[in-house]
């Protein structure tokens, strides 16, 4: 079964607007860590934002904010005030507590900045 | 200024020809992992090292080895390379392990195998 799940293979968003990534998860496990990457075209893997499972607050960092729903095993990222140095592949990675030093990546989105 | 180095970055090679891919770290961390990452699958571990002379393998671990003699290094090594090797390779290394530690990630390695 797909760990982690992201359906929209490819955004557009205007410059300037929010948009929202989606990302599910599958895990029996209590303690899990829940990260998004942005992959610019040059390549590069960027940390972008964390979220643990026991964490009440929707973590944030500057523009990204990530949505977090752990009923609905949800893990959505939201970037406000899109920019065209946005534009990249966005991928959603979890690590479960047990389960060594893996991160389970989803198959990624493409976001594109429209000007 | 703390990082993950690969080298090469893009190799082509043929069939056969055995090849290493190095990874180094500067921040001393304990945990070392290799990816490779192929259209419509996102990344996916290798094989991964918890501290010197230690590894295990990771969701696609055939075809490679490592080796972990030294906390900063960790290279790839692909003995007899096949086409369906081809791919993106990353690196990545973080502190301690647990399931907030944050990988950082190298700049990757594209290697195509003819």
């Known amino acids: 079964a797909q760990k982690i799940t992201q359906t929209q293979p490819g955004m557009f968003v205007q410059e300037k607007e929010a948009v929202t990534l989606d990302c599910t998860y599958d895990?029996?496990?209590?303690?899990?860590?829940l990260f998004w990457y942005k992959q610019p075209s040059s390549g590069e893997m960027i940390f972008l934002i964390y979220?643990?499972?026991?964490?009440?607050q929707n973590a944030t960092e500057g523009r990204y904010s990530l949505n977090f729903q752990k009923a609905r095993k949800s893990a959505n990222l939201v970037i406000s005030a899109s920019q065209l140095g946005d534009s990249a592949m966005y991928f959603c990675?979890?690590?479960?507590?047990?389960?060594?030093?893996?991160?389970?990546f989803g198959a990624g989105t493409i976001l594109r900045v429209k000007s | 200024e703390a990082q993950v180095t690969q080298n090469p970055r893009y190799l082509i090679t043929v069939t056969g020809k055995k090849l290493t891919v190095t990874c180094s770290q500067n921040?001393?961390?304990?945990?070392m992992s290799w990816y490779r990452q192929d259209p419509g699958l996102g990344l996916r571990q290798i094989y991964y090292?918890?501290?010197?002379?230690?590894?295990d393998k990771g969701d696609v671990p055939e075809g490679y080895k490592v080796s972990r003699k030294e906390k900063r290094n960790f290279p790839l090594i692909l003995e007899s390379p096949s086409p369906n090797q081809t791919s993106l390779y990353f690196c990545?290394?973080?502190?301690?392990?647990?399931?907030?530690?944050?990988?950082?990630f190298g700049p990757g390695t594209r290697l195509t195998v003819l």
């Open positions: 990675a979890m690590r479960e507590g047990h389960k060594g030093n893996k991160l389970v």
């Open positions: 895990t029996s496990d209590q303690s899990y860590g």
């Open positions: 979220q643990g499972s026991y964490d009440e």
């Open positions: 921040m001393n961390h304990e945990y």
């Open positions: 090292s918890m501290n010197v002379e230690v590894t």
């Open positions: 990545a290394s973080n502190l301690a392990g647990g399931s907030a530690d944050t990988q950082y």
